[in-house]
């Protein structure tokens, strides 16, 4: 943006120096062709000419030279080629009072080439030039002619000082706008990054993590079964491999960003969590009942997914932690809301410096009495799933609400809006 900028205020530039040239060569021809007309006979008249051929050329040549080789940044303007076109015009002014009116385009180059502390008494000699030049001019002394160059000199001059610094100040805001505008950027990159590396941790933690515990635990049931039942040990085992290759199917789903598996291929919410429930009393010997409450609305993909990922996850955190001996999955459409809660009858816990419902424990993320690990990640890196299922919700507009009590079971409810953000 900031190159288009600078392209189309070069091309600007161009087309100004090309109008103020035109100008100046159209004011000077009429000029030389008044005196000619009323000086013929002067014997002046050769240097006159070869004064405004000189400044024909000088003026067109300068400005080429200003545009096509611009000056480097930090270093000062070359002023010689006004210098050059000042003192021709000054010389011809004095032998041709006429030639008084070409300072127009040479007020305004000036102002444009150097400095306002120095353009402005340059601007002031060369209309005190003018006013002398009208002075000397035949027919007597016309006040207007007198008051007039000053006039027109403030009022050019005042202008352009205002223009230029509202173009200073155009030139800060839009440098400012690209600063920004580069900084929002990378900021989106950055949270770009952000929000991916954490869509990856909660889709691990929901599927890979919690399948290799799965697997490790059938795994170390069939070690300690292996001699003494060798049927119920490779029992394990094939369940052990069934699971290792549901997270595998889950790992390529999540690395292309696709619904979970158990939603594929029409599958409502209800029947995934049915079929999880089913899943998950024949695997771990934990029986899991799935309890649907109120007619089935249809959500969203993304609220089907969180949904179903946070079942998994505080299943596999009472299978784990809660000590429980049953647990119960229960879909409930509310009317404006769908709400999905997680019941164990484990070993439950305490309220955590608070009253009211808790948010967090071992019946939803890690060991404990006190719910600590299910805020913080520990050493073996534990207690990701409940900030994981907090940031799900929070994206889709939701709630997530924890209860619990010493012996008395953990209920986790994960609350969706129908009219989901």
């Given at each position: 943006m900031a190159a288009d900028g600078q392209d189309a205020g070069d091309r600007d530039a161009g087309r100004l120096a090309v109008l103020l040239d035109s100008a100046f060569l159209l004011l000077l021809?009429?000029?030389?062709?008044?005196?000619?007309?009323?000086?013929?006979?002067?014997?002046?008249?050769?240097?006159?000419?070869?004064?405004?051929?000189?400044?024909?050329?000088?003026?067109?040549?300068?400005?080429?030279?200003a545009h096509r080789r611009p000056v480097a940044p930090g270093r000062r303007r070359r002023l010689w080629p006004l210098?050059?076109?000042?003192?021709?015009?000054?010389?011809?002014?004095?032998?041709?009072?006429?030639?008084?009116?070409?300072?127009?385009?040479?007020?305004?180059?000036?102002?444009?080439?150097?400095?306002?502390?120095?353009?402005?008494?340059?601007?002031?000699?060369?209309?005190?030039?003018?006013?002398?030049?009208?002075?000397?001019?035949?027919?007597?002394?016309?006040?207007?002619?007198?008051?007039?160059?000053?006039?027109?000199?403030?009022?050019?001059?005042?202008?352009?000082?205002?223009?230029?610094r509202q173009a200073g100040r155009q030139r800060v805001l839009i440098a400012d706008l690209v600063r920004t505008r580069r900084e929002l950027a990378a900021t989106?990159?950055?949270?770009?990054?952000?929000?991916?590396?954490e869509r990856l941790a909660m889709e691990i933690h929901d599927t890979l993590a919690q399948g290799l515990s799965s697997q490790q635990m059938l795994l170390q049931a069939a070690d300690r079964t292996w001699d003494s039942d060798p049927v119920t040990a490779r029992t394990h085992v094939r369940t052990a491999a069934e699971v290792s290759a549901r997270n595998l199917a889950e790992a390529r789903r999540f690395?292309?960003?696709?619904?979970?598996?158990?939603?594929?291929?029409?599958?409502?919410?209800?029947?995934?969590?049915?079929?999880?429930?089913?899943?998950?009393?024949?695997?771990?010997?934990?029986?899991?009942?799935?309890?649907?409450?109120?007619?089935?609305?249809?959500?969203?993909?993304?609220?089907?997914?969180?949904?179903?990922?946070?079942?998994?996850?505080?299943?596999a955190n009472v299978r784990e932690h809660a000590g429980a001996s049953a647990a119960a999955l229960t879909l409930s459409f509310l009317g404006d809301q769908a709400v999905l809660d997680i019941a164990d009858d484990g070993r439950g816990f305490g309220p955590v410096g608070e009253t009211?419902?808790?948010?967090?424990?071992?019946?939803?993320?890690?060991?404990?009495?006190?719910?600590?690990?299910?805020?913080?990640?520990?050493?073996?890196?534990?207690?990701?799933?409940?900030?994981?299922?907090?940031?799900?919700?929070?994206?889709?507009?939701?709630?997530?609400?924890?209860?619990?009590?010493?012996?008395?079971?953990?209920?986790?409810s994960a609350a969706i809006p129908l009219e989901v953000r």
């Amino acid at each position: 943006m900031a190159a288009d900028g600078q392209d189309a205020g070069d091309r600007d530039a161009g087309r100004l120096a090309v109008l103020l040239d035109s100008a100046f060569l159209l004011l000077l021809a009429t000029s030389l062709s008044r005196y000619l007309t009323h000086h013929a006979d002067n014997p002046q008249v050769p240097w006159v000419l070869g004064l405004s051929l000189a400044l024909a050329v000088a003026q067109p040549v300068g400005s080429w030279l200003a545009h096509r080789r611009p000056v480097a940044p930090g270093r000062r303007r070359r002023l010689w080629p006004l210098a050059v076109v000042v003192s021709l015009w000054v010389v011809l002014v004095l032998l041709a009072p006429s030639f008084a009116w070409c300072a127009v385009p040479l007020v305004y180059t000036a102002l444009r080439t150097l400095p306002a502390r120095t353009a402005i008494p340059l601007v002031a000699a060369l209309t005190l030039l003018v006013v002398v030049g009208e002075i000397r001019l035949p027919g007597g002394v016309d006040a207007n002619l007198v008051l007039l160059p000053p006039a027109v000199a403030a009022l050019a001059t005042a202008v352009f000082l205002y223009m230029e610094r509202q173009a200073g100040r155009q030139r800060v805001l839009i440098a400012d706008l690209v600063r920004t505008r580069r900084e929002l950027a990378a900021t989106e990159r950055r949270e770009g990054t952000l929000a991916e590396r954490e869509r990856l941790a909660m889709e691990i933690h929901d599927t890979l993590a919690q399948g290799l515990s799965s697997q490790q635990m059938l795994l170390q049931a069939a070690d300690r079964t292996w001699d003494s039942d060798p049927v119920t040990a490779r029992t394990h085992v094939r369940t052990a491999a069934e699971v290792s290759a549901r997270n595998l199917a889950e790992a390529r789903r999540f690395v292309h960003d696709l619904a979970p598996a158990e939603l594929a291929d029409g599958r409502t919410l209800d029947q995934a969590l049915r079929a999880l429930a089913e899943r998950e009393s024949a695997e771990s010997g934990l029986p899991v009942r799935f309890l649907l409450d109120g007619a089935p609305v249809p959500l969203p993909a993304a609220a089907q997914s969180a949904l179903l990922r946070i079942a998994q996850g505080a299943l596999a955190n009472v299978r784990e932690h809660a000590g429980a001996s049953a647990a119960a999955l229960t879909l409930s459409f509310l009317g404006d809301q769908a709400v999905l809660d997680i019941a164990d009858d484990g070993r439950g816990f305490g309220p955590v410096g608070e009253t009211g419902p808790t948010t967090d424990g071992p019946g939803t993320d890690g060991p404990g009495t006190d719910g600590s690990a299910a805020i913080r990640p520990g050493a073996d890196g534990r207690g990701h799933g409940l900030p994981a299922m907090r940031a799900r919700l929070r994206q889709l507009g939701g709630t997530l609400t924890v209860e619990s009590s010493p012996g008395e079971g953990t209920v986790v409810s994960a609350a969706i809006p129908l009219e989901v953000r």
